[in-house]
């Protein structure tokens, strides 16, 4: 994903501080916004993961601190959950003039439950999932319940709220008291996806059930199994991301966004790929023409494995290569070949230990490749198959003398 930060100003003028991240090749096919959960920020973890993994849908989100929060200017004391909601219509506003129009909200914790109230005041917006949200917004008194009495009393104390002092007016309590999120609910009419976790110490599930129950179809609900509510977890966020990715297709018609965009992208790029590799992880974005995929390292060197290193793609284009070769050549024949699998693995070895390798020193690469076929194919058959295996352009190329011209492009 590719991060830009900026700042946008809400109906007073306030300035808030925002991240918008977008695909790698910047082709979006759909705008979300992003609420963080009460007293936090945009610069949660789990939001910029949950995030990336949006991204690989070509979903682009815009993260930003609610006013008084953050980087966000404004005064927190005088913030309550209306003024969140306000903030949300705004960022969506300035988004739909700037950018694109938000089809997709997605909300933490009390995010979550300001979203569903953003949400019927946005046309653009399709669906909408929450994480971990409230079934009411006064939920968070019990954040400070200890003190809500000196609150009524004095008209405002100062509390703490994970390990953190913030002002609360009574503005604050009043505002959360007389809001109804399950109201919102019923009223919303959008797609919605509820994540939430059972073992919630902070949000019990039943608040997941209220929600869930209040809203009309299409509703979907996914258990969090063993997730904590701040997703500090990176599996637990990164799981996050991909189930709101993967539901949101039908309702954002990302499909035929894509089907739309590959069209063009075959016609300007046949035959190109392109990769991309941020500053704060090895793993890379790849696209493929009219695919997109995802490459990195294992944990044990750094990375956060969550795709095919660069050699098992190789091994991966020269399996590929040698059964396609295999098949299409059995199918000229006519031969009785049903399938055919291919096994690799890659390692150094030293080149005294290769006794048909013209270098004699040093190391040298080596791949084994291991062939299975299926059918009722003599010996003579799997023998000249085995021969075509070497025949297959990936194998070739490998084996010719290969150069690789690189430029620095402005």
């Known amino acids: 994903m590719k991060m830009q930060k900026l700042t946008f100003p809400n109906r007073d003028g306030i300035s808030l501080s925002a991240r918008l991240e977008r695909p790698d090749d910047e082709d979006v096919a759909a705008w979300a916004i992003f ?3 009460f007293t936090c920020n945009k610069n949660l973890k789990a939001i910029r993961a949950i995030s990336q993994a949006l991204g690989r849908y070509r979903i682009g989100v815009l993260s930003f601190d609610f006013t008084g929060l953050g980087e966000s200017e404004g005064d927190f004391a005088d913030t309550n959950f209306s003024s969140n909601v306000s903030d949300l219509v705004d960022a969506a506003e300035w988004m739909a003039k700037n950018y694109g129009a938000p089809a997709l909200l997605v909300g933490h914790s009390l995010g979550g439950a300001a979203v569903l109230k953003a949400a ?7 669906a909408v999932a929450t994480v971990g949200a409230p079934a009411d917004a006064d ?3 019990q954040h400070f319940q200890d003190q809500v009495s000196e609150i009524e009393t004095e008209g405002e104390a100062q509390v703490q709220i994970e390990g953190r002092p913030f002002k609360i007016k009574q503005q604050f309590i009043e505002d959360i008291r007389s809001q109804s999120v399950e109201d919102c609910v019923r009223e919303m009419r959008k797609a919605l996806l509820v994540l939430h976790s059972p073992t919630d110490n902070t949000v019990g599930i039943d608040n997941a059930t209220r929600i869930f129950v209040a809203a009309r179809h299409p509703k979907s609900f996914v258990g969090l199994d063993g997730a904590g509510h701040l997703l500090g977890n990176r599996a637990d966020a990164d799981f996050v991301g991909e189930m709101i990715g993967s539901w949101s297709r039908r309702y954002l018609k990302l499909d035929a966004a894509e089907s739309g965009k590959s069209a063009d992208s075959s016609k ?3 035959g190109q790929v392109t990769t991309y590799t941020g500053s704060d992880s090895f793993t890379t974005n790849v696209r493929a023409g009219n695919h997109r995929l995802i490459a990195d390292e ?6 956060d494995d969550r795709g095919p290193t660069p050699y098992d793609y190789l091994l991966a284009a020269l399996g590929a290569c040698t059964s396609m070769t295999i098949q299409m050549y059995a199918g000229r024949k006519k031969w009785p070949l049903k399938g055919a699998s291919v096994s690799l693995s890659h390692d150094k070895i030293h080149a005294e230990d290769c006794e048909d390798c013209e ?5 040298i690469d080596e791949i084994k490749r291991e062939l299975r076929l299926e059918g009722d194919l003599n010996q003579q058959q799997r023998e000249k198959l085995l021969e075509i295996a070497d025949k297959c352009p990936v194998h070739r190329t490998l084996h010719s003398e290969i150069k690789v011209r690189t430029q620095l492009i402005e």
Request: charged share 20%.
């Open 120 to 126: 019927v005041q946005l046309d653009s917006v399709k």
């Open 298 to 303: 294992p944990a044990s060197v750094g990375g």
């Open 268 to 270: 300007d790029y046949p």
């Open 35 to 37: 609420a963080h959960c």
């Open 139 to 141: 939920h968070i008194q």
């Open 359 to 363: 270098t004699r020193v040093g190391k």
